[in-house]
C-alpha cells in the first residue's frame, strides 16, 4: 500500500483554506477531465480519479482531521491495521458468518479510489466530491448487513426461532468510526474506524422460507453515526439439500422403492412426509414410476396459508436371487402372457 500525499496532488500547502482547496481541485478536474483529454483518455482517467481522491479527504472536514492525524504514522497505522484484520479472519475461518458484507451508506468497502483510501477513509462522511471543509459533522445512517441463513428443508418446513451468532464489522465504539481520538489515531480500531464484534440474534423464521427468501431484522446492521439510525441486517436463506425430499416450489417430491408385485397387484404402503410416515394405497396394474400425489402433505405457504402437495415416485424393485420355484412360477407366468399362448 502506498501513502496518498493529497496535499501534493492538488497542489496546496497543508494550512491551506478550505476555499482554496475547493479552488484548487476544481482548476485541475477542468483540466483533467477525461472529455478535455481526447488525445489520451485514459491517463487523463487516472489523474482525474487521482484528483477526485484527494478532494474527497481534503474537501472533508472530518476525513482532513483524520489525514493530519495519520502524519508519519500512517504506515504503522495500516500494518496495525491490517494485522488484525488477518487476526480476525482466522478467528471466523470455520463460521458460516464470517464475512458477510456491508451496503448501503455509512458501509466501508472498495470505493473505486486506491487501498490507502478504502483503509482509512471509505466509511467517513458523504461521497461526490463535493463536501465542505467547513461542513459540520451530521446523521448518518448506518450501513445495511447483508449475510446468508443456513437452514435445514425441515427447519424451512417447522419455521420458528433460530439462535445465530454473526461477526459483525461496526463503527468503532471509541472513536465513533472517525479513526482519530483527541487528534491522534485510535489505539483500538488503529485508524480504520472499524471493528468486528460477535453478536447473537433470535432470528423468526417463517414456515415455508424459500430459497433466496431475505428475513429483515430492523436496526441490527451496522451502527449510525453522529446520532443517525443503524442499519439493517438482512438475511438471505440457503436451504440444504435433504436426503429423502426434493423441494419444488411449495411441493415436495419423494422416491418410494416398492416391491413390483406391489405394482401389479395393489398393495398399501407407508410414505414419509414431514410430520410422519403416512398410508398410501397403491391401485392393482400401477406402472413403474408411476406419481402419486398426497394432497396437502407438501411445504407451507408462506403467502395464503395452506400446504403445497407431496408427490410419490414409485419405483419398482426387482427380485434378485430368485429360488428354483421362483424362477418356475415366473416363467408360468412369462408363459400365459406370451403371445403364442393367447
Given at each position: 500500500?502506498?501513502?496518498k500525499?493529497?496535499?501534493?496532488?492538488?497542489?496546496?500547502?497543508?494550512?491551506?483554506?478550505?476555499?482554496?482547496?475547493?479552488?484548487?481541485?476544481?482548476?485541475?478536474?477542468?483540466k483533467?477531465?477525461?472529455d478535455?483529454?481526447?488525445?489520451?483518455p485514459?491517463?487523463?482517467?487516472?489523474?482525474?480519479?487521482?484528483?477526485?481522491?484527494?478532494?474527497?479527504?481534503?474537501g472533508?472536514?472530518?476525513?482532513?482531521?483524520?489525514?493530519?492525524?495519520?502524519?508519519?504514522?500512517?504506515?504503522?497505522?495500516?500494518?496495525?491495521?491490517e494485522?488484525?484484520r488477518?487476526?480476525?479472519s482466522?478467528q471466523?475461518?470455520?463460521?458460516?458468518?464470517?464475512?458477510?458484507?456491508f451496503?448501503?451508506?455509512?458501509?466501508?468497502?472498495?470505493?473505486?479510489?486506491?487501498?490507502?483510501?478504502?483503509?482509512?477513509?471509505?466509511?467517513?462522511?458523504?461521497?461526490?466530491?463535493?463536501?465542505?471543509?467547513?461542513a459540520?459533522?451530521?446523521?448518518?445512517?448506518?450501513?445495511?448487513?447483508?449475510?446468508?441463513?443456513?437452514?435445514?428443508?425441515?427447519?424451512?418446513?417447522?419455521?420458528?426461532?433460530?439462535?445465530?451468532?454473526?461477526?459483525?464489522?461496526?463503527?468503532?465504539?471509541?472513536?465513533?468510526g472517525s479513526g482519530?481520538?483527541?487528534?491522534?489515531?485510535?489505539?483500538q480500531?488503529?485508524?480504520t474506524?472499524?471493528?468486528?464484534?460477535?453478536?447473537?440474534?433470535?432470528?423468526?423464521?417463517p414456515?415455508?422460507?424459500r430459497?433466496?427468501?431475505?428475513?429483515?431484522?430492523a436496526?441490527?446492521?451496522?451502527?449510525g453515526?453522529?446520532?443517525?439510525?443503524?442499519?439493517?441486517?438482512?438475511?438471505?436463506?440457503?436451504?440444504?439439500?435433504?436426503?429423502?425430499?426434493?423441494?419444488?416450489?411449495?411441493d415436495?417430491?419423494?422416491?418410494?422403492p416398492?416391491?413390483v408385485?406391489?405394482?401389479?397387484?395393489?398393495?398399501?404402503?407407508?410414505?414419509?412426509?414431514?410430520t410422519?410416515d403416512v398410508?398410501?394405497t397403491?391401485?392393482?396394474g400401477?406402472?413403474?414410476?408411476?406419481?402419486?400425489?398426497?394432497?396437502?402433505?407438501?411445504?407451507?405457504?408462506?403467502?395464503?396459508?395452506?400446504?403445497g402437495?407431496?408427490?410419490?415416485?414409485?419405483?419398482?424393485?426387482?427380485p434378485?436371487?430368485?429360488?428354483?420355484?421362483?424362477?418356475?412360477?415366473?416363467?408360468?407366468?412369462?408363459?400365459?402372457?406370451?403371445?403364442?399362448?393367447?
Amino acid at each position: 500500500m502506498n501513502y496518498k500525499d493529497y496535499y501534493a496532488v492538488l497542489g496546496v500547502p497543508k494550512n491551506a483554506a478550505g476555499k482554496d482547496v475547493k479552488s484548487a481541485y476544481r482548476k485541475l478536474a477542468r483540466k483533467w477531465h477525461p472529455d478535455a483529454n481526447p488525445k489520451s483518455p485514459k491517463a487523463a482517467e487516472e489523474k482525474f480519479k487521482e484528483i477526485s481522491e484527494a478532494y474527497e479527504v481534503l474537501g472533508d472536514a472530518e476525513k482532513r482531521r483524520k489525514y493530519d492525524a495519520l502524519g508519519s504514522d500512517w504506515a504503522q497505522a495500516a500494518q496495525q491495521a491490517e494485522t488484525q484484520r488477518r487476526y480476525r479472519s482466522a478467528q471466523g475461518a470455520g463460521d458460516p458468518f464470517a464475512g458477510a458484507q456491508f451496503s448501503g451508506a455509512g458501509a466501508g468497502g472498495p470505493s473505486g479510489f486506491s487501498d490507502f483510501f478504502d483503509l482509512f477513509f471509505s466509511g467517513i462522511g458523504r461521497r461526490g466530491g463535493n463536501a465542505q471543509a467547513s461542513a459540520p459533522s451530521y446523521a448518518q445512517r448506518g450501513g445495511d448487513l447483508e449475510t446468508t441463513l443456513e437452514l435445514t428443508l425441515r427447519e424451512a418446513f417447522a419455521g420458528g426461532s433460530k439462535g445465530i451468532s454473526l461477526q459483525i464489522e461496526d463503527a468503532c465504539p471509541r472513536c465513533g468510526g472517525s479513526g482519530i481520538v483527541n487528534n491522534t489515531i485510535c489505539p483500538q480500531c488503529h485508524g480504520t474506524g472499524r471493528i468486528v464484534n460477535s453478536r447473537r440474534f433470535d432470528v423468526t423464521i417463517p414456515r415455508g422460507i424459500r430459497e433466496g427468501q431475505r428475513i429483515r431484522l430492523a436496526g441490527q446492521g451496522s451502527r449510525g453515526s453522529g446520532g443517525g439510525p443503524n442499519g439493517d441486517l438482512l438475511l438471505e436463506a440457503r436451504i440444504a439439500s435433504d436426503p429423502t425430499f426434493e423441494r419444488k416450489g411449495d411441493d415436495l417430491y419423494v422416491d418410494l422403492p416398492v416391491q413390483v408385485y406391489d405394482l401389479v397387484l395393489g398393495a398399501d404402503v407407508l410414505v414419509p412426509t414431514m410430520t410422519g410416515d403416512v398410508t398410501m394405497t397403491i391401485p392393482p396394474g400401477t406402472q413403474n414410476n408411476k406419481m402419486l400425489r398426497l394432497t396437502g402433505k407438501g411445504m407451507p405457504k408462506v403467502r395464503g396459508g395452506g400446504y403445497g402437495d407431496e408427490y410419490v415416485r414409485l419405483v419398482g424393485l426387482l427380485p434378485t436371487n430368485l429360488s428354483e420355484r421362483e424362477r418356475e412360477l415366473f416363467s408360468e407366468l412369462a408363459n400365459l402372457r406370451s403371445p403364442a399362448h393367447a
